[in-house]
């Protein structure tokens, strides 16, 4: 089954301590996305990545930093979180550019930062 | 300042009735717009728009785009509870490497009551 899977899927932590959320997806897709969700802000790109090794900051990178050293996996690193980080946090996969064909979606990871 | 701005942000409405969602966007090299449903967690793709006056159909869903007048409608007819959800929309970055980059609206939440 053609899937994007994230880990975990709820996550509470506190303040400082560095985490990762992992994302994987099995249909050989080229293009991934981390997505925040934040009531009444809708959804905001973190970062996106291209290719293997080709990655770019999307609309609000501050505080987060990935990595795509596999095509399949697109982890995201929060080195030292902070309470207004804590949201809904989705990761993407498409075979094209996201202007271009339908993006699959993660189902989620809740994020809490106390 | 949004790049894509919907209407209503929150409608509801009783099982039968037909809705209009709206999308205005604000992007100088415009490319595709895209329709997602967000039902609980993850979104699910529904429509891409790249031509003017074309619609596109999905059953009792339906879009169309005004690349002139910067908008696209989405219509439900004939609504169920199925189709409480948040519909999104989006449309792609303008400027500079943008391959990955898209904004998304805040969203309209639809509640269809029984």
């Known amino acids: 089954e053609a899937q994007v899977t994230q880990n975990p899927r709820y996550l509470i932590t506190v303040t400082g301590k560095k985490l990762t959320v992992t994302c994987s997806q099995n249909?050989?897709?080229?293009?991934m996305s981390w997505y925040r969700q934040d009531p009444g802000l809708g959804l905001r790109q973190i970062y996106y990545s291209m290719n293997v090794e080709v990655t770019d900051k999307g609309d609000v990178p501050e505080g987060y930093k990935v990595s795509r050293k596999e095509k399949r996996n697109f982890p995201l690193i929060l080195e030292s979180p902070s309470p207004n980080q804590t949201s809904l946090y989705f990761c993407?996969?498409?075979?094209?550019?996201?202007?271009?064909?339908?993006?699959?979606f993660g189902q989620g990871t809740r994020l809490t930062v106390v | 300042e949004d790049k894509v701005v919907q209407s209503p942000l929150s409608l509801v409405v009783h099982e039968g009735d037909t809705v209009t969602l709206n999308c205005s966007y604000e992007?100088?090299?415009?490319?595709?717009l895209l329709w997602y449903k967000q039902e609980k967690k993850a979104p699910t793709f529904l429509f891409m728009l790249t031509s003017s006056g074309i619609e596109k159909k999905s059953g009792r869903l339906s879009s169309i785009l005004d690349k002139k007048e910067l908008f696209s409608i989405l219509n439900i007819t004939a609504t169920q509870t199925g189709d409480s959800a948040v519909y999104l929309c989006?449309?792609?970055?303008?400027?500079?490497?943008?391959?990955?980059?898209?904004?998304f609206g805040r969203g309209t939440q639809l509640t269809v009551w029984p």
């Open positions: 249909m050989n897709h080229e293009y």
């Open positions: 993407a996969s498409s075979s094209l550019p996201l202007w271009r064909t339908e993006a699959f």
């Open positions: 989006a449309a792609p970055h303008d400027r500079g490497s943008t391959l990955g980059r898209l904004y």
């Open positions: 992007v100088t090299n415009f490319r595709s």
